[in-house]
């Protein structure tokens, strides 16, 4: 694979699914420019999806996304008005303003179209199709929603590109041995090797206003998790609980009511996720909660010193993200929720382990060790929606990324298992899960009777 940025493993979404919705979305935003003018020719639009995107599609609200990516509306300019009024155009109305420039008719019923089989080439696939007045073909495009709100086209994955050096591309690390050789040689840290790294594409004051906004944009859905009260959307009814327990007293004389604290952020912001809101994509919608959550609790713990390290603090995140990106997988479906909620939490106790000193090793040590203690674990979604056991399983990934990265600090003996050995483990056990454990709803808590 070509090098390039690894920022966008943070990036600002809407929820409850990275691979579900903010996927799906941006591919129908990709199949608009690559309409171009040709939109002038569309009467119809056609959406299929296939695998775990028509298996969990409702609950995940993919039918949804896609309508309003085919409205030409990014993910990041998506407010709730601007959501509701897409929806409504397309299901009260039947009309979709095609890449935000053609009225066209749209009947959901006979445009969405939801299959029980697979695509061959990964288990999240869609295809979309234009048609002109005569039912011609004006464009057909697969796309595959790989994780993290990543798309790519059927060939792009049948051909990846070649790797290719840019002549300018100095630094690179492809697994946890490269990144500690490096900062080894360098004498740096793994934050100033990741900034290093990402400063060959973007400048410096780039990067860190890019760092900033994801930063606000984590406290924000905090806030708006907090503050709204309600019952999620979708048929479990679930209540929002953020609001009260933010009214709770933690007992400072209880050593573990920062558990209260951190389960506090965390369920707040997986709400804001499950409830279709704003969030941040860390690395992905479904384990959104996990980074901010352990995030909030240093601020809270070091105050103003942790805000002066809030960029460092993403850039470590962003390079031990990087390597499950390359060498495994970061997608529900692909490899269960060991790949989602394990590997966000694998960075926020990276993250956290450097916050609190710990050298590149430890840092290292911190991530394999919160990976350690999810392998195995499936997604089974009640219901497809990202709600239960998603929202209490991030305020367990936050609490493991505390715990992991206070372990790697204490130890003092060299550990056995390093973190491109967890990477790999974690890989080849999403691969042998079986397919119901990979967001289908198709087997454990999602086989379970539930009452709304
Ligand atoms: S169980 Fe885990 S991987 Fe599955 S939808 Fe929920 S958070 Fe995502």
Redesign the pocket.
Known sequence: MAESSNLSIFKIGVGP?SSHTVGPMLACNLFCNALGENVSKVERIKIELYGSLSL?GKG?LTDMACIIGLNGIRAKDLSASLKDETISLAMQNHKINLAGRKEIDFSYERDVIFYQDFLPLHENGMKVSAYDCNGGVVLEQVYYSVGGGFVATEEALKNPPKQEQHKDIKISFSNAKELLALCEKHKKTIAQISMEYEEQFNSKEYIQKYCSEIWEAMQDSYRNGCSTEGILPGPLKLKRRAPELLKSDFDPKDPLSFVDQVSLYAIAIAEENGAGGRVVTAP????CAVVPAVMLYLQALYGSEFDCKVVDFLLVAIAIGSLYKKNASIS?AEA??Q???GSASSMAAAAAAYIMGGDAYQICSAAEIAMEHHLG?????VAGL?QI??IE??AFGAIKAISAARIAISRKSQPKVGLDEVIKTMYQTGKDMDHRYK?TSLGGLASLEWEA
Do not use: F, K, Q, Y
């Open positions: 699914s969990t995940h992905t919608n479904g384990a529900g269960g929720c790949a989602e909620i674990l499936t997604c089974d979604p990202v056991p998603c399983r991030n967001e």
